[in-house]
């Protein structure tokens, strides 16, 4: 009873965090319903193994009997239901992703519930880490997975022949009070049912939560219009002149000798001759081989793509186009912006200097 407890009392603090349209609350319901997640797909990956060694004692019964009587006919089918060695060792570590793809192997989750939930997981492990990130579209994509985590919620977790078990020393919150069965203003444990426990965890969910293909595409939307407008900065305010062609290749060029110095681990000011020759030296490396990646930028298929993500229906496939199509701005978008933040610094700087500050 302590596995149901523990996602009831997540879920429903995450649906009354999506009540407030706040980066904050969003971030902290995301956190909730990722933490239920992690639990119901590690109590299916511990029903797998116990069913797993049940049919393994099967398997080996089976194979004793033929043994001894050679003539017998021993229809064994369960070698059909055994894990093989490399999905045990992934579904008994502690990393969810492997854990998740053994999942879709046994067919407990589809494809494309697999990498809705990978996709979430690390949203919520850069919010985690990092901080402010993907403000726009977290309450959109926490009220998605809240749902999916209600649908595994009642699908998975019948491998086990026990249904629930329960200790008297459980206790039950006013919040486990108001979604579980009571008979005689006790807790009826046998009378528990998940598929409802889940209708009413859904109804706890506030209305009026975002659509989030039509987020998707709105925010994707908003990011090409972000690089259109930096690289237009770049063009009309750099004081070399560059053109756009020229500008484009500098800006990539930037990017890439800003990674090769950060593997170099080179730390140091413009001041010092050891971090100039160091600066030097990377940056005579990486010319003698570098090619510019991207001649042009391309907005238009960018542009198609975030169209067409608000005309999926399927939400969990809309977040996985979604990633897909910042995955293939990511590095014109970075290299881009990077350029656009050093330029206005230096702008702000001369500014400075010609006012005397």
Known sequence: MRYILTIVEQLDRAARELLTDHPINSRLALVLIDNATELVVHRQCTDRLEHDNFWTEMHEAAQAIARDNPEAEIDDHST???????????????????????????????????????????YRNELYHVGLRHDSIIRAVAGQYFLLCCDLFVRMGQLSPFKYSWSSTDEYTSVARRYLPTRNGDIDVLS????????????????????????????????????????????????????????????????????????????????????????????????????????????????????SLGNETDPLKALARYKSLRNSMSYLEDSITSAAVDLDQWIQVEIDKARGK
């Not at 998740?100 to 989750?109: C, I, S």
């Not at 972000?226 to 062609?245: I, M, R, S, T, Y």
């Open 80 to 122: 059909s239901a055994l894990l093989r060695p490399e999905q045990r060792e992934k579904i008994r570590g502690r990393l969810l992703k492997p854990r998740l793809h053994v999942l879709e192997e046994m067919g407990d989750l589809s494809g494309v519930e697999r990498e809705f939930i990978s996709i979430a997981h690390d």
């Open 192 to 307: 528990v049912d998940k598929s409802r426990l889940a209708d009413k965890l859904r109804g706890a969910l506030p209305h009026g939560l975002p659509d989030l293909s039509a987020v998707l595409a709105h925010n994707a939307h908003e990011c090409i219009l972000k690089v259109q407008k930096d690289f237009g900065f770049l063009v009309q305010e750099n004081p070399f002149g560059l053109d756009a062609q020229k500008m484009l290749e500098a800006a990539q060029w930037q990017h890439d000798l800003a990674e090769a110095i950060q593997k170099k681990d080179l730390i140091g000011h413009w001041v010092d001759a050891d971090y100039r020759e160091g600066y030097v030296r990377i940056a005579a490396d990486l010319e003698a081989d570098w090619t510019q990646p991207h001649t042009a930028i391309p907005i238009e298929s960018w542009t198609r793509r975030a169209t």
